[in-house]
């Protein structure tokens, strides 16, 4: 009888253990598949489908083929002339331009003792952790048009200008204030990810690499340190690229305008919000925010090219 039970209680925890090897996987994705399905995948199949359609929020849309795409490379002359070198422009310098200085940043105080370390750390990447609208509303301040604003005032008493200048008005000007507040808004997570490869690095490699020819801290950098960090200069490249993209309304958010004075600050998400919320042409902002989207796709296997993992090797 006793070895009756113990054979039925082992055939069910062996029952237990099949059930959960061929389950347990699928009801612990369950919540992230639902969840990625319901903001991103099905998102992302209803903006490609509305963007080879006429769709104006209100009426039901119209299939037009491709002339969403035909119209915004052909027709569309702020997106071509404006937009496009406004956005190039804009992803050098803070989402290359960024990420070089990330890496600059992280790599110069890792050099440097444990406490001014972790105190330049924290001053560094505070800014990133302030909302766009909260960061657009102290530089507004900062950068304020009349001689209350801190830089014109500055520059006034210096006398390099005699009267104050509308920074975030005149065209020939948004963009480098807002160059300038995106950058030094993009020490987030991506500098930390750096810094922390770059403290944890194994320092036998440096031994070897100078007994093998190293000869100064350039060698070092591109020889043993970049190589040996490359999961966290990956990590730190998609986080520039997802900054530079959550960054992409600052022009609007500077100016108060949208679109910019003189398309001077446009870039392709304010081009996007322009066109679905102000002209309500959803279908034509969906074609947009699909070329965005392969934008970024792209950008993206080439980070990965660069810094991914080569199992080859």
């Not at 061929?22 to 991103?40: E, H, M």
């Not at 950068?143 to 020939?172: K, S």
């Not at 040996?228 to 730190?236: A, V």
């Not at 870039?267 to 919000?273: E, R």
Request: some cysteine; aromatic content about 14%.
């Amino acid at each position: 009888m006793t070895k009756v039970k113990r054979a039925a209680s082992h055939d069910r925890m062996a029952g237990t253990t099949k059930f959960h090897e061929v389950y347990a996987n699928g009801i612990l994705l369950a919540p992230y598949v639902l969840l990625f399905s319901l903001f991103i995948a099905i998102p992302v199949a209803v903006a490609v489908v509305l963007s080879f359609t006429d769709f104006n929020a209100v009426q039901l849309p119209g299939y037009v083929g491709l002339k969403n795409y035909v119209d915004l490379f052909t027709n569309d002359e702020p997106f071509m002339r404006h937009v496009v070198p406004n956005t190039v422009l804009f992803a050098l310098v803070t989402g290359l331009g960024g990420y070089f200085l990330c890496f600059i940043l992280a790599w110069s105080i890792a050099q440097i003792s444990k406490v001014p370390r972790m105190i330049l750390a924290v001053i560094i990447y505070s800014p990133s952790l302030t909302s766009g609208a909260i960061l657009a509303y102290i530089w507004r301040v900062f950068f304020a048009g009349d001689g209350g604003g801190y830089f014109n005032y500055v520059l006034m008493q210096l006398n390099i200008i005699t009267e104050p200048r509308v920074w975030l008005q005149d065209p020939t000007t948004l963009m480098p204030v807002m160059l300038f507040v995106t950058l030094w808004s993009s020490m987030g997570i991506g500098f930390l990810a750096i810094l922390a490869g770059i403290l944890n690095s194994n320092m036998e490699l440096y031994d070897a690499a100078y007994i093998d020819g190293v000869q100064n801290r350039w060698q070092e950098i591109f020889y043993v340190t970049i190589p040996s960090i490359r999961p966290q200069m990956l990590f730190g490249a998609v986080m520039s690229i997802v900054g530079m993209i959550q960054a992409g309304d600052i022009g609007v958010l500077l100016s108060g305008y949208n679109p910019p004075p003189g398309y001077a600050g446009s870039l392709v998400l304010t081009h996007i919000s322009e066109i679905g919320f102000i002209r309500f042409e959803i279908g034509y902002a969906a074609a947009v925010s699909v070329v965005l989207l392969l934008f970024i796709r792209l950008v993206s296997v080439g980070a990965n090219k660069l810094f991914g993992s080569h199992r080859d090797e």
